[in-house]
């Protein structure tokens, strides 16, 4: 889909055009999930943000006034979305007791054998490394990080998505890069 074609189906949208806006929904769905996956520690956190992301799109929509990509505005809800549910959720975070008597292991993974092969062990511990690094950077390092490597974004495409200087965002990605790299240059 072109840009204009994207634009005349934003139009539609704001005229009220149900099925424009759910075609909208439909071509950005999982980029929406995928963008608040990587700010977010689990699915369910990120299955929230996605609603409330659409939900504020649609009330947003008639206000939107072409001046950015379509894309680009997109990305700027996503992100404020995912940090204020973020602080709101530190605010609240509590640990089950369960939980800690438990171990940090859901039951469903104890009792599946994932033993099955040596790589698919080795891979799931390399896989657990990156998740616990990349979850160790801050929201928009993170953000940053996952837009230019995951989602191969420009510098300033994310700092027009972010709402941001170019400098701060090379300033994340200069940190967020490195704090990996030293977490994990034991893995590779």
């Known amino acids: 889909m072109t840009e ?20 909208l ?15 977010m520690r689990n699915e369910e956190d990120a299955k929230d943000i996605y609603q409330e992301v659409f939900i504020r799109v649609y009330r947003a929509l008639p206000k939107f006034r072409l001046d950015s990509r379509f894309s680009t505005w997109l990305h700027r809800i996503v992100t404020n979305v995912s940090l204020t549910y973020r602080s709101k959720r530190k605010r609240h975070e509590h ?15 104890t009792l599946v054998d994932q033993s099955s092969t040596d790589q698919h062990t080795v891979n799931m511990e390399i896989q657990e490394q990156i998740e616990t690094a990349m979850h160790t950077l801050s929201p928009q390092q993170r953000l940053v990080f996952s837009l230019r490597h995951f989602e191969g974004h420009k510098l300033r495409e994310i700092a027009s998505m972010m709402n941001c200087a170019e400098g701060t965002v090379k300033k994340y990605l200069f940190t967020a890069t490195e704090r990996l790299r030293e977490q994990l240059k034991e893995v590779f």
């Open 95 to 109: 640990t089950s007791l369960d939980e800690e008597y438990e171990g940090s292991r859901p039951m469903a993974e």
């Open 25 to 39: 929904v439909q071509r950005y769905d999982r980029l929406v999930l995928s963008l608040a996956l990587s700010m």
């Open 4 to 23: 204009q074609d994207e634009n005349e189906l934003v139009l539609e949208a704001q005229r009220g055009s149900i099925v424009a806006f759910e075609r």
